[in-house]
């Protein structure tokens, strides 16, 4: 059974830091684009960060651009978002995908897997 396993969400304050990881089983996603979405209540899903099989190519959302890192491990079967400085307003669900195709995917169509999500909740 492919996975996708989302941690290190949690309730923090602004200007707080958290780390999110993304573990993946069932197959290899070595070759996959990665890429982080979020969802807040009432909102569409949206991309805040995607990275290229190789991580030669990144992409972030203009909001996160500057706080957000988003960062892989191969050999784990792993992708990370490292968020700084969080902001009430990056309050969402947060969720892992990976797309097969080689190039950066930024919408959500691009996405073939997806975990089920972490809560950040960043409290003023």
């Known amino acids: 059974q492919v996975q996708l396993v989302e941690s290190g969400g949690g309730l923090v304050q602004a200007g707080a830091s958290l780390r999110l990881s993304c573990a993946g089983s069932?197959?290899?996603?070595?070759?996959?684009?990665m890429g982080w979405f979020r969802q807040a209540p009432g909102k569409e899903r949206e991309l805040v960060a995607a990275?290229?099989?190789?991580?030669?190519?990144?992409k972030y959302q203009d909001s996160v651009k500057g706080r957000f890192t988003i960062s892989r491990d191969n050999a784990k079967n792993t992708v990370y978002l490292q968020m700084n400085r969080l902001k009430p307003e990056d309050t969402a669900v947060y969720y892992c995908?990976?797309?097969?195709?080689?190039?950066?995917?930024?919408?959500?169509?691009?996405?073939?897997?997806w975990g089920q999500g972490t809560q950040v909740t960043v409290s003023s």
């Open positions: 995908a990976a797309s097969s195709r080689r190039n950066l995917g930024i919408s959500v169509p691009d996405y073939n897997y």
């Open positions: 069932g197959r290899t996603f070595s070759s996959d684009c």
């Open positions: 990275i290229s099989w190789n991580t030669y190519l990144t």
